[in-house]
C-alpha cells in the first residue's frame, strides 16, 4: 500500500516538474515570436530602403531565431505528451486505489 502511495507522489512531482518546463517553453516561444516581429518589421524597413547588406543580416537572424523557436516549439510538444501521459496515469491510479 505504501509503495503505491509512494509512486503516487513521484508520478505527481514528475507531472509538476513537466508542466513547469512546459510553461517554461511556452514563455520562451511566446518571446521568441515576438523577437521574429520585431526582426521582420526591421527587414521590411531595410528592404524598402534597399539595405541588402541589412536585409542579408536580418535574413540570417531571422533563420536563426526561426529555428530556436521551432526547438522549443518540438521541446514543448514533447513536454505536453508528457503531462497528459502522466495525466492519465493519475487519474487511473486514483480511481483505483
Not at 521551432?70 to 483505483?96: F, P, W
Request: with cysteine.
Amino acid at each position: 500500500m505504501e509503495n503505491a502511495g509512494l509512486q503516487r507522489m513521484k508520478k505527481l512531482e514528475s507531472l509538476k516538474n513537466a508542466e513547469r518546463k512546459l510553461q517554461r517553453a511556452r514563455m520562451q516561444i511566446d518571446l521568441l515570436n515576438g523577437r521574429l516581429l520585431d526582426l521582420n518589421a526591421t527587414y521590411s524597413r531595410a528592404k524598402i530602403q534597399n539595405r541588402r547588406f541589412l536585409c542579408h543580416i536580418l535574413t540570417l537572424r531571422i533563420q536563426s531565431v526561426t529555428y530556436l523557436r521551432n526547438v522549443y516549439s518540438s521541446y514543448a510538444k514533447d513536454k505536453a505528451t508528457i503531462v497528459a501521459h502522466l495525466g492519465v496515469e493519475l487519474i487511473r491510479s486514483g480511481h483505483s486505489s
